[in-house]
């Protein structure tokens, strides 16, 4: 199967921005989906609305596009009835973090077996350009038009501090990172989060003087460093990459079938 049968070629063109990052986001997932062989029947997509949320409609896959910030608690709701299937939720700042916060970190805390992917490009695309959780101090926005003063979460280490039993950063600019860490992701049992910095040209970029999408695409070449690495050097100001947990935990679903099964051996 080649990765772009993956695809819903007949919702093309699609619908973001020129030089937006979640193209690439799509094509590196479909790469790794088709690298990892699995039978399409055995996946779901489920997103919530956003610039994001639209990777669901574009995967030829079981997906369901539902309310903003709900995707992670409509997720768990379908790998507790299926949980042979492998959950895949893309999401953007608002959908993981903001409204979606609470359903997040739960999700990492319980542990069950679902990838998230949180889409980092900084501001709330779709809507018209206003400042999100991921934001950062300094930034433009139109609901912040003289510089946001609220400090960024880090995806890293909320993850990690909920729970989360595997933990990745990558961006655009490192493709085929983006698509094994996206492929270990999906392959480990547990809550998983892959965190991709993803440029957004027209509302971040063009408020904030970031430049158009090579410009952006350059920062995270040079703005960015594999973690562990010689050039990982402490107070460089480069953004850390790499996989930052991998462990094995108990997994939510398996636990809740522990659970029937000693209710009903003691009925």
């Known amino acids: 199967m080649a990765y772009d049968d993956y695809i819903r070629k007949r919702f093309f063109p699609h ?71 492998k959950l895949i939720v893309p999401m953007g700042d608002g959908d993981a973090l903001a409204i979606g916060g609470n359903h997040f970190i739960h999700a990492a805390r319980r542990n069950i077996d679902i990838t998230a992917i949180v889409i980092n490009n900084r501001i709330y695309g779709m809507t018209g350009g206003q400042y999100s959780p991921l934001s950062g101090v300094g930034v433009r926005a139109t609901t912040a038009p003289y510089s946001n003063i609220d400090p960024a979460f880090d995806v890293v280490e909320m993850a990690t501090a909920a729970g989360a039993t595997f933990v990745a950063r990558t961006t655009t600019y490192h493709v085929r990172e983006m698509s094994k860490f996206f492929q270990k992701a999906i392959l480990h049992k547990g809550f998983s989060v892959v965190e991709v910095l993803s440029q957004c040209p ?66």
């Not at 193209?23 to 919530?48: C, H, P, Q, W, Y």
């Not at 669901?56 to 790998?79: C, E, Q």
């Not at 430049?211 to 960015?224: C, F, I, L, P, Q």
């Not at 108990?250 to 659970?259: K, L, S, T």
């Open 15 to 85: 619908i973001w921005c020129p030089g937006c990052g979640h193209g690439i986001v799509l094509n590196a997932l479909t790469r790794s989906l088709d690298s990892l062989g699995f039978d399409k029947n055995e996946m779901v997509m489920v997103s919530g609305i956003g610039c994001s949320a639209r990777i669901s409609g574009y995967v030829d896959l079981h997906s369901m596009h539902t309310i903003h910030g709900r995707a992670l608690a409509f997720a768990t709701g379908i790998k507790l009835s299926r949980p042979e299937l």
């Open 202 to 267: 027209t509302n971040f970029g063009r408020r904030n003087k970031a430049g158009d999408a090579v410009h952006m695409m350059e920062s995270y070449k040079n703005g960015t460093v594999v973690a562990g690495s010689a050039d990982d050097v402490p107070g460089s100001g480069k953004i850390r990459r790499g996989v930052f947990v991998e462990k094995t935990a108990p997994e939510y679903c398996d636990e809740y079938a522990r659970i029937i099964r000693v209710a009903r051996k003691g009925a």
